[in-house]
């Protein structure tokens, strides 16, 4: 049996790749871990976890003995650099102090291609970190995310940054599928 554990699991990115995941590797079990709770996604391999994912005690208090891979979905542009620390350095705090004590044989972390300087240059700064722990690190760098359902300001955008991708690689969108499929297979091979 695998075990994942996801953090923030049960956001956009963290469903789809969860369901990729599912199809992949059957004998898998899935801890995702949120403020809630709660995920739109029912199987019985998936155990969903009510803590904070900035509180490392919080978690590891609530995950199984085995953890074999853990991902970071937790993260967001802020402009205040103590609220930037606490949504998205604290999770991949957390992600590493767990990875490190479970003896993990992959973490994942979701950065970013396009956003503010301030956002690209923090989700940098904590990949980097996290790949010099030395525990394999396997990091997605999307840009603009749709597809599946998808349906606030940004994707009703798609249209614009696909033109634009046409002529800026960062500007260029990239379907959820695709996000979720290359940090499956990032991680399980």
Known sequence: MTTVVLLGGNGYIGRNVTETWLKKDPSAEFYVVSRSGQNSLVNKRIHNIAADVTDAAAVKAKLPEQVDYIVDFVGRPESDPAAFKKVNDDPAEVMLQIAKEKKVKAMGFIGGLLGPKSFLEGKKRIADKLRASGIRTEVVEPTVVYG??????????????????????NMKPVLVSDVADEMVSKMVN
Do not use: E
């Open 148 to 169: 599946n359902g998808r349906s606030d300001v940004l994707a009703k955008m798609i249209p614009l940054f696909k033109f634009l991708g046409m002529f800026v690689k």
